[in-house]
């Protein structure tokens, strides 16, 4: 007789509602701000404080339902998403457990992500901080560069608050 392990259940998440709200988040920041025609918005994850429990970043969660430390996503004002990780020496799966690896193409469609980067050069170990080195943020230090060239509005949250505001024009 076979009996049901609860444990062999596998349930996929489903990423349709953080799909939504950044698709509403997207259409409240054209309503706010009807003059820009390009722009982009940028959500930063929490970092791995190394000795204690991992707490995503509200807001970041929010739109993403992603657990993934120290990653930023970007929308621009089509709703095309970029989510932009870091580039670990040694894999973070071997210290850490994430309830969903955004790793492969399955699970960057099933997340509802666009297009999924590396934030820049590799970081030593498996954790990134927010005074890393500044290679570690190069390819989107380059890619910020372009967008702010070619004339698009940088948008993000205010901290402390649900206030989208530009912080460059």
Wanted: proline fraction near 4%; charged fraction near 20%.
């Amino acid at each position: 007789m076979n009996k049901f392990n609860f444990c062999d259940i596998s349930i996929a998440p489903d990423f349709s509602l953080y799909e939504l709200r950044r698709n509403r988040l997207v259409q409240a920041v054209k309503e706010l701000y009807p003059d820009t025609k390009r722009g982009l918005i940028i959500l930063a994850a929490a970092y791995d404080t190394g000795g204690t429990l991992f707490q995503q970043d509200g807001t970041f969660y929010y739109f993403t339902g992603l657990e993934e430390a120290g990653a930023l996503l970007t929308i621009d004002l089509t709703g095309t998403t970029t989510l932009w990780v870091p580039r670990y020496t040694v894999s973070r799966s071997d210290w850490m457990h994430s309830s969903f690896n955004i790793t492969s193409a399955d699970k960057q469609e099933q997340a509802r992500i666009d297009y999924v980067k590396k934030l820049g050069k590799p970081v030593k170990g498996y954790e990134l901080f927010s005074l890393s080195p500044l290679d570690a943020y190069s390819n989107f230090a380059l890619f910020l560069n372009e967008s702010i060239k070619n004339g698009e509005t940088i948008f993000s949250f205010e901290p402390g608050c649900n206030l989208i505001k530009p912080i460059h024009e």
